[in-house]
């Protein structure tokens, strides 16, 4: 197994501590929630409400400077928070927002950070992602959404697709097209749009695992000159591979939520095995459950490499070429390994893995609900795309 100790000093252990104290009496119990793919209401206000309290401790913001919210933590110490997060089955914070919010305090103005990462910081205000269209999806520089300035105003027109919980959401970042003739790659432009603004509708778009994404309509919206972030036609390097700007957060881009959501089901089959029999047998004493389990703790292991070498360039401070590319490995693998995981949970939890809800579902349907979720792994590009941006971005092959 692999595993690396986190907190070698007494400052680190005091520091778990305290994280396990505070999730011992308000982390939700037998609570599970993924805001990708969940519409009640009740969950909704649930989660929203722990991870508020989240934010009033500055957690969120863990690792940014004190000026703008946060507490500025070191990565390490974030490190520590996210494990305990694994461990006590904590649900993600909303990933949108937090992307934005590396965005903002990277490229951001001195008034777009201190408007926009305060209701971050504190969850109070929700972010969707106007990035992917219905004919650039994979192919996200071939997007058509334009915006055009008009006096101290930019002008949006065009449709954004797959936005996923936007309809819960206040502002979105949205890209377009600045510079109509430039190459494809070139004058994509980023805004922050306040989701209220005259001219924008949604329309929904509901996954199969009973979640909702979004069509969203920009019909001649028009946004105030600062909505624009960053430079001018730059946001395909400055927001989308996250180069330039100042790097003012320690922890670095915040942790992708998906290989932790791989890990505590990894972690609640195995228990399941463990507890429950068949046939008179403990399922986890039966050979052929066994191997499945092997080949699961084999992907989650090699998912746990690659968090940890990310961890290690990160904190050698290695040059963006270097991640990019380790970013690329990971993110293919996990969107290959997700849909193989989810399908052999299927088969060891058995026929009533299908069912939903009632007194004969097995781990209160979870198992079905993350087999219908997982062929939702298309969010920021397919893995045949990763692999291509491995080979062209990371390894400099032609296409």
């Given at each position: ?76 110490e ?14 993600s ?62 002008v ?8 996923t ?72 390097p ?30 609640t ?60 490995i ?7 390994f997700w ?13 009533m ?38 080979a ?8």
């Open positions: 197994m692999v595993d690396f100790c986190a907190d070698d000093t007494v400052e680190l252990r005091k520091w778990r501590s305290e994280v396990r104290e505070f999730f011992d009496s308000e982390a939700p119990r037998n609570f599970f929630f993924d805001y990708d793919y969940d519409e009640d209401p009740i969950r909704w206000a649930e989660y929203l409400k722990f991870w508020r309290k989240m934010g009033e401790k500055k957690w969120v913001a863990l690792t940014w400077p004190e000026k703008y919210y946060g507490l500025g933590k070191s990565a390490i974030k490190w520590v928070l996210h494990e305990e997060m694994i461990n006590y089955d904590i649900p914070y909303p990933i949108i927002g937090l992307a934005v919010s590396g965005a903002v305090l990277r490229l951001g103005t001195e008034e777009q950070r201190m408007f926009h990462l305060k209701g971050i910081a504190e969850v109070t205000t929700l972010w969707g992602e106007g990035y992917t269209e219905p004919q650039a999806g994979s192919d996200l520089a071939s997007l058509t959404t334009r915006a055009h300035r008009d006096g101290d105003h930019w949006l027109n065009g449709q954004k697709t797959l936005g919980a936007a309809h819960h959401a206040q502002w979105m970042s949205v890209l377009a097209r600045t510079d109509p003739n430039s190459k494809k790659h070139n004058g994509l432009s980023c805004f922050l749009v306040p989701l209220d603004t005259p001219g924008i509708s949604m329309a929904p778009l509901h996954n199969m695992a009973n979640g909702q994404q979004n069509h969203t309509f920009f019909d001649n919206v028009r946004v105030s000159a600062d909505c624009l972030l960053g430079e001018e036609g730059q946001a395909w400055q927001v989308w591979f996250g180069q330039g700007g100042d790097r003012l957060d320690r922890g670095g881009p915040a942790p992708d939520g998906h290989p932790f959501r791989v890990i505590r089901m990894l972690n089959i195995v228990d399941y095995c463990r507890t429950t029999r068949r046939r008179g047998v403990r399922m986890a004493d039966d050979p052929v459950i066994r191997l499945q389990l092997a080949e699961l703790m084999s992907g989650v292991e090699v998912m746990k490499l690659h968090v940890f070498e990310s961890y290690s360039a990160l904190s050698a401070s290695n040059g963006f070429g270097g991640r990019a590319a380790r970013s690329f990971s993110q293919a693998f996990y969107k290959e849909p193989r995981m989810a399908q052999i949970c299927m088969e060891i939890v058995g026929p893995a299908q069912l939903h809800g009632g007194k004969w579902a097995v781990l209160d349907g979870r198992v079905q609900q993350y087999f219908r979720a997982s062929f939702g792994n298309h969010a920021g590009g397919t893995s045949q795309l990763k692999r291509m941006s491995l062209t971005r990371g390894l400099g092959l032609p296409r």
